[in-house]
């Protein structure tokens, strides 16, 4: 069964702090991961895309990681700022649908 | 370059009756992709269609869903008979023609409420 799970559920830091999310999945056969941010009531926003083939993919001051193998990503955020606060999802492309995580609801305290 | 566009952002429907969920993707994709995100859960892969086409439904519930992507005009996502658990977001995503894997870009969803 494909299953993606993000840890952790939650995360409350102050600005500033660089932080990090992860994502497992069960099934590494995947064709690629995507990074997500969903504001409260709104649409998703793509923030990363990582092949299959890659290792990593870096945008301004966030770099997610692949290890697929082990079946592991991880969204590396530097510097955080209060608009960083959001839900983030990793989610995971097999065949012609992604597997979503639940998310990590991000809070970033000024 | 608009994104993807859905409409109506909002929906309030009562018990039996009929939801029609339409979807623009993004200028050159041919490619559309539905999902649901239910209160407290995660989103959920429905259906992916091309032009004409339904490819993969396996995540269509069996009964009063269906979708349809024509080869003129928007995607739609149509629920018939409502009930209140099909309250939830519908989100449409879009992505290119097929020959790489590429992102999938989402709209911003229609929520629906069924009363």
């Known amino acids: 069964k494909q299953e993606v799970t993000q840890i952790p559920a939650a995360l409350s830091v102050p600005e500033g702090e660089n932080l990090v999310l992860n994502c497992s999945f069960t099934d590494s056969a995947i064709y690629n991961l995507q990074w997500f941010r969903q504001d409260p009531g709104k649409g998703l926003t793509s923030l990363l895309l990582?092949?299959?083939?890659?290792r990593e993919q870096t945008s301004g001051r966030l770099n997610a990681s692949l290890d697929k193998s082990s079946g592991r990503s991880t969204l590396y955020i530097a510097a955080s700022q209060p608009g960083d606060s959001a839900t983030y999802l990793c989610a995971v492309e097999y065949g012609n649908k992604l597997v979503f995580g639940a998310g990590t609801i991000l809070r970033v305290k000024s | 370059n608009a994104g993807v566009m859905q409409n109506p952002r909002h929906l309030v429907r009562r018990r039996g009756q009929e939801a029609r969920l339409r979807c623009s993707p993004m200028k050159g994709h041919s490619h559309v992709y539905w999902y649901r995100q239910l209160p407290e859960e995660g989103l959920k892969f429905m259906v992916y269609?091309?032009?004409?086409?339904?490819?993969?439904e396996s995540g269509m519930p069996k009964e009063r869903f269906s979708a349809e992507f024509p080869k003129e005009g928007p995607s739609i996502l149509r629920i018939q008979q409502v009930v209140r658990g099909d309250s939830a977001a519908y989100f449409c995503?879009?992505?290119?023609?097929?020959?790489?894997?590429?992102?999938?870009?989402f709209g911003p969803g229609t929520r629906l409420t069924v009363l």
């Open positions: 269609l091309q032009k004409e086409n339904i490819i993969d």
């Open positions: 995503a879009s992505s290119p023609p097929s020959g790489s894997r590429n992102e999938q870009f």
């Open positions: 990582i092949q299959s083939s890659q």
